[in-house]
């Protein structure tokens, strides 16, 4: 399977990413996990405010195939969701990376970000699953 | 094809109610009579019973074509059953009856007792339910069995166990019934792993859940040591049982150390369901959950005479109204009676015979996860198909329509990548078998020549593909007229 993935993104076992800008992680789902899900009919809006732990619960995602979870790659608040996808929930699958981010994290505990994989890392990890 | 209401015609009737009375209007408070239209469409007799009647033509189900949907068990539901469920006797009778006039309805409770019995037997467990409409409300019941044991014990439990291939009602069920759940991999072998499975076990967890076999087909060969942790913690162990047809008469759950089962009625002992008609998730349980299992519970007096007990010690209460779906007990009490222990052991052997004659002849065209005889079904995955031919599970799942079969079961078990899960069941023949074994080949064979043409398949059937993604994102419920 061909997956993209972008370098300065840091990226979890479970598929997520996140883009660190100062102490905000912007937190979507990755090529692999849009491709391996199909199509995305549903990203359910998370309750901005909500606290959240490191690689824990953070809200569903529902494809044509199944519903799965998605988790936090970073301690955090959530600060924004991305309300394109309660229209376009084909963005996550049409631009996973950009315009189909799910939310925007306040980070509580930036020495975290060490738990996390690069791109390098990932990209190897990603390879040994197939 | 037209909808009814695009086939109606204003004015048009069927019946004739004739003309009202003179002044009945004047009769009737204005609050009473409809005003505006009643939205009803407007048809002749002939055009009611040509549009059902086509419509019953394009149902797709077991009494047309072969139904190999894995974990479904879409066997043949014999004729007599229908009719003995139909007997004036049974199909007649209010359940108000038995609190109403207990001697009116002797043979209805003796039918509930004596099919509890035979559940009891079958599944090697000492008390049985009748009331769980269907499996995950069997579940359900067990969850609350499972809760009220350690309520009264006080043990202070919070979790369930349930390996990652579960049904997705298991962690749901555990959930409703206000536990948090665990999940536990499965191991190359396919069954859940043990050593991740210890680590996990503490004295705060409440039981575990396990299908046997499980959703891969599979009967785990680490059965014995997982029920010996979970005992040492006073975990209970649940008894999944949406695949009891493949070991009747081979393996009870009570012997192997479960201590409560739910049974698909409606699978195992073949009555119609999935839109043919509702399910019964019986459950049965172990010596020491007897106490606590939902009443009434028919009961036989000395003088053989058969009554309702509602005195349970620490009863979890009533779980439906009534007894649950009396007619789905008396279709799997007559197909239980009309097979014996033997028609039983039989079944439970062609089921898995099937089911392997299937996975060996496949094995060469289709990726199978776990190389290991299976039980009653076999699970493979469409993942070289994918990588080399960009043809999904979907695709084959579309192309055996067209070919007039039932797809398998696909994308579950989540474990495994591009799932097709396949039950042939042992009602069908081997010319069935090998005209699907045919089908799967060439649909293979076509992926690889000719992939595009599997991508919009169906093409000659009443609706060709449909748009799944948009019928999902454009949510559209209503009728317009």
């Not at chain 1, 391996?36 to 549903?42: P, Q, V």
């Not at chain 2, 595009?452 to 007229?481: F, H, I, Q, W, Y």
Request: with cysteine.
């Amino acid at each position: 399977m061909d997956i993209t993935v972008l370098d300065g993104y840091y990226y979890t076992k479970e598929h997520e990413w996140a883009r660190i800008e100062g102490t905000t992680a912007t937190v979507g789902i990755t090529d692999y996990a849009q491709q391996k899900l199909g199509d995305i009919t549903y990203v359910d809006p998370p309750a901005i405010g909500n606290e959240l732990k490191q690689f824990e619960f953070l809200t569903g995602i529902e494809s044509v195939k199944a519903a799965s979870d998605i988790y936090s790659p970073i301690s955090g608040k959530i600060a924004a969701y991305n309300s394109a996808l309660d229209e376009n929930p084909e963005l996550v699958n049409k631009s996973c990376y950009t315009d189909g981010w799910i939310v925007q994290v306040e980070i509580s505990d930036p020495s975290e970000i060490k738990n996390l994989m690069d791109a390098a890392a990932y990209r190897s990890y990603a390879a040994g699953l197939e | 094809m037209k909808n009814i209401y695009e086939k109606s015609v204003p004015g048009r009737r069927g019946v004739d109610p004739g003309t009202a009375k003179k002044e009945t209007e004047k009769k009737l408070a204005d609050r009473y009579r409809r005003i505006s239209d009643n939205g009803l469409p407007e048809l002749s007799e002939l055009d009611v019973i040509r549009h059902y009647i086509r419509l019953s033509q394009l149902n797709f189900s077991v009494d047309t074509h072969f139904y190999p949907l894995g974990s479904c068990t879409m066997k043949y539901n014999p004729k007599v059953n229908e009719a003995l469920s139909s007997l004036p006797g049974f199909a007649g009778t209010h359940p108000f009856m038995a609190y109403l006039d207990v001697d009116a309805v002797q043979g209805s409770l003796e039918l509930i007792y004596s099919l509890s019995e035979l559940l009891a037997e079958i599944t090697g467990m000492k008390g049985v339910t009748t009331q769980p409409y269907a499996g995950a409300h069997g579940e359900l019941t067990g969850i609350l069995l499972m809760a009220a044991y350690h309520g009264t014990k006080g043990n202070r439990k919070k979790y369930v166990i349930v390996p990652d291939e579960a049904h997705g009602t298991n962690p749901a069920s555990a959930a409703m019934g206000g536990f948090s759940v665990i999940s536990i991999p499965v191991d190359r072998d396919g069954g859940m792993d043990v050593n991740i499975f210890r680590e996990k076990m503490s004295d705060e967890v409440a039981g575990v859940m396990l299908t046997l076999p499980n959703t891969l087909g599979l009967f785990p060969r680490n059965i014995s040591e997982i029920v010996k942790i979970a005992k040492k913690h006073d975990a209970l162990l649940y008894n999944d049982g949406a695949n009891l047809n493949a070991i009747l008469g081979k393996a009870r759950p009570g012997d192997i150390g479960f201590d409560i089962v739910h049974m698909n009625l409606h699978k195992t002992f073949a009555t119609p369901h999935g839109g043919g008609g509702p399910g019964a998730g019986v459950v049965a349980v172990s010596e020491k959950l007897v106490d606590f299992l939902p009443v009434p519970i028919v009961t036989k007096t000395k003088g053989g005479a058969y009554t309702l007990d509602f005195k349970v010690k620490r009863s979890i209460g009533r779980v439906a109204s009534f007894f649950g779906n009396f007619a789905v007990l008396v279709r799997a009490y007559a197909y239980i009676m009309m097979l014996g222990r033997e028609g039983l052991t039989d079944a439970s052997e062609k089921a898995v015979l099937n089911a392997n004659y299937i996975r060996v002849k496949l094995k060469k065209y289709y990726d199978a996860p776990f190389d290991r005889n299976c039980m009653h079904e076999c699970v493979f995955s469409a993942r070289r198909q994918v990588q080399k031919y960009g043809v999904h599970a979907i695709d084959i799942a579309k192309a055996l329509i067209e070919r007039g079969i039932h797809p398998p079961t696909i994308y579950f078990p989540l474990v495994v990548d591009e799932a097709l899960m396949i039950e042939p069941t042992e009602t069908e023949s081997k010319e069935t078998l090998d005209e699907f074994i045919r089908a799967m080949v060439e649909i293979a064979e076509t992926a690889e020549k000719n992939p595009g043409m599997l991508k919009n398949a169906p093409e000659n059937t009443p609706v060709s593909r449909p748009d799944e993604t948009k019928a999902a994102r454009e949510l559209k419920l209503t009728c317009n007229r």
